[in-house]
């Protein structure tokens, strides 16, 4: 099945063509058309799922109709939770609307950069702004934009929003966007507090939930070996080696560990780089461009590059130190094995954490064999017991002891 089914125009097929994108992905399927309809839509389907050109393709469409040379009036406001994932949606925007006879405007409203260029851009008339909250927030503040003529909100990555705290800011935005408008919402998971922001944005949403059977979280090897902490980097080069990783990405528990050991890796000859919150905008960007160019071999981060950011050819994803949460496992992995290619993913474990692993594999369904590897020494302590027996439980009472304790259970 090709996207020839949506009858899209000449220069939208082109594009399409040109970045080698084929085969509509299940979200795509079901969403473009929907759009069409004009319908508020609320969207879940798993990162790596393709929804940004779910609402890119469609919007286009309509916007490609408008030919008139007068100043461009803002039609589109794409909120998304971050600055990479801000430009990542306005690329898309630009790269499939290259064909089009009368170029689109398009302005990517972020932090980190100089105010002065968005803004007189703004000024210059432009068709669709991708924002983060904040800086939009600043620049409504200033009075230098009209949103009076917006005709599709969409609010990308909801859930990530959300926790990261932009609750307040959604608020004060939807109170100065027009009432009259088409609203999409994408999450990659559905919680009771998505659905609340939902129901601030629209009340009558047609829901297009992509089950998880079609994600490709099952084309990722997921692997999970036993080390000791201090073995971890020669570990990593051991693995790095011996499968031939050309393009991994690892995740570290914090920005001081990522600088040190990018540092380690470069002094051994490896095209490494770390990638975190400290650096600044032009910074993350240019190691973001040469990690996805191939210049970097190696890219050592913190969770800031665990949602939405599409790189492709990831071979794997390394959890050097686990995730806090259970959802950010799949989050981090899903950088992977993006769309429809393979990809392994590797958490190194030892006997203060491989509690905290078997809560992401219940959590998941997961049932990951624990490796050890020759020339890399584990002793696994005794109470830390395997699978098929008993949960681990730590020195503190779990809340059902307390309750049984008490005579309520
Ligand atoms: P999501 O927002 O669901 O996490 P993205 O929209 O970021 O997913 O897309 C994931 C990756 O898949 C991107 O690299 C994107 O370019 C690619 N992609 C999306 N749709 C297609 C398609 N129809 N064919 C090939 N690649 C696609
Ligand atoms: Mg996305």
Redesign the pocket.
Known sequence: MSFDIFNLSLELSKALEKN??????PV?KEVIPLVKTKQDIMVQ?K???????SFVIPILETLKENKDNKKAKIKVLVLAPTRELTLQIAESFSTLSRFFPKVLSIVSVIGGEKIGEQLLKIQKGCDIVVATPGRLLDIIGKKQIDLSTIEYFVLDEADKMLDLGFVQELDEILKIIPKNRQNLLFSATYSQKVIDIASKITSNAVKVEIKDSTTHVEEITQRAIFVKKEDRSALLRHLIKENKFKSVLVFMANKRATDNIANKFIKKGYEAESFHGDLTQEERNLTLNDFKDKKIDILFSTDIASR?L?I?DIDCVVNFDLPRGTEDYIHRIGRTA??GKSGTAISFLDNENLSHFKLIEKRYNLDIKKEQIEGFDFTLLKNTKQKGTAPVKGKRKSKKDKLREQGLL
């Open positions: 080698n994108y084929k085969t509509p992905t795509q389907a990162t790596g799922s393709g929804k940004t050109a939405g599409h492709d993006r769309a």
